[in-house]
């Protein structure tokens, strides 16, 4: 028999090229999130998802490590990651545990949405809150009712004569579990349509905020996604800090990192599962061979790294891109369209080839394998890509 399944997580000779796209700083970076991710996540990982519990912890460490503002700029206190050197951080955490890759990706967001957006006596408190890691932050976009639609939301905002009042319900709340703070989008005036949508900081403690229990999904219960109602919640003035006519630009304006930041979560995630079935297949011995001699387990394996190629250069022009100061809508829609398609498909390959040893809950795979599903969904699903890329190829937009 051969040794007990270990994860692998190789890096390639591919990886090596794309570092020579960020600065020696930002190496740093990535290996420290690399380091953190192999001796702090990975061994808790299991016990994360078999107790389906919302990985609070990992987002202490992380903040402990300074991983809670990778995209905000030095200027305004961050780290100042450009997007390639980002994207490659949480391809290393993702090769660990997607949910807690996800979970970070939506902290940083939110630090970066304060850092671009808060004005006022608040400002300085809450993006060093955000920056330390001292709360959790996340958004409250999408409604159960409204789903990729964003520009439909009903929750509502209501002024009053001190103060604002927000009624409404939000669905599939990443962080949601053990959230602190939430950017509550909400409609300030409906006549306006998407141009009256404005944003609010609601701390998750304030009456009238019901955070739902956990969503039990087929994974990724790191991430502690649930359902935030808003029953008659009641906030200052100063809680409004992306005003109508901005709202919904502002909430779309980050959606090329967060796409491109999926791509290369997916790439961890490929790259995990090839490295452990070139492992295991190294030691197996099956119909008088091992299995890594048998042509089927070689192509299959080679089809597998083509595709990881594939989708680090689709990601990673992406994130070049913006680096350049380019548009990258369209990059990033193809990157996470593929991305997302090829890492359910070929880490189910991986298994494949591995046998019934790769379905033990010991082993990343079955995790991997259920995370690649949920993140056909994160940021846009499958078909959101399509209209992105068709509306580029037919209308001319």
């Avoid at 089809?303 to 990033?332: F, K, N, Q």
Wanted: some cysteine; glycine content about 10%; charged content about 20%.
């Amino acid at each position: 028999m051969p040794a007990p399944l270990k994860i692998a997580v190789p890096q390639s000779r591919y990886l090596r090229c794309v570092d020579t796209d960020i600065t020696p700083a930002e190496k740093n970076v990535v290996d420290a999130a690399a380091t953190w991710a192999a001796d702090f996540v990975g061994p808790r990982s299991e016990g994360w998802e078999r107790d389906r519990r919302c990985a609070r912890d990992a987002f202490d460490s992380a903040a402990a490590h300074s991983f809670t503002g990778l995209y905000v700029s030095q200027d305004h206190g961050g780290t100042g990651l450009g997007a390639v050197a980002y994207a490659r951080v949480f391809e290393e955490i993702a090769a660990a545990d997607m949910g807690v890759g996800f979970m970070l990706t939506v902290h940083n967001n939110y630090a970066v949405s304060l850092a671009n957006h808060l004005t006022g006596p608040t400002r300085n408190a809450r993006l060093e809150a955000a920056l330390t890691g001292s709360v959790l932050g996340g958004f409250g976009l999408t409604e159960p009712d409204v789903g990729s639609d964003a520009a439909k939301i009903t929750t509502t905002a209501t002024k009053m004569r001190s103060g604002w009042k927000l009624d409404g319900a939000k669905a599939w709340v990443s962080n949601g579990a053990e959230l602190d703070v939430l950017a509550v989008y909400a409609t300030v005036d409906a006549a306006a349509g998407h141009r009256g949508i404005g944003a609010f900081l609601v701390d998750v403690a304030t009456p009238g905020v019901v955070v739902d229990d956990p969503y039990h999904l087929l994974g990724a219960h790191s991430l502690g996604t649930t359902s935030i109602r808003l029953e008659g919640c009641e906030v200052a003035d100063d809680a409004m800090f992306i005003p109508p006519g901005r709202g919904f630009s502002a909430a779309m304006a980050g959606i090329d990192v967060a796409r491109i930041i999926v791509g290369a979560m997916s790439c961890g995630m490929m790259r995990t599962a090839l490295g452990t079935a070139t492992q295991w297949v190294r030691g197996r011995q099956a119909f008088g061979a091992r299995l890594a001699d048998l042509q089927n387990t070689r192509f299959v394996l080679a089809d597998v790294a083509t595709d990881l190629e594939a989708t680090r250069l689709l990601t990673y022009r992406a994130a070049r891109l913006l680096d350049d100061g380019e548009p990258a809508t369209i990059a990033a829609a193809h990157a996470k369209k593929f991305a997302t398609r090829t890492a359910e498909r070929r880490i189910a390959d991986c298994m494949q080839v591995m046998g019934a040893e790769a379905t033990r809950q010991s082993g990343a795979l079955p995790r991997h394998l259920a995370a690649s599903r949920l993140t056909n969904y994160l940021d846009g699903a499958t078909e959101i890509q399509n209209v992105v890329i068709a509306r580029a190829l037919l209308d001319g937009e």
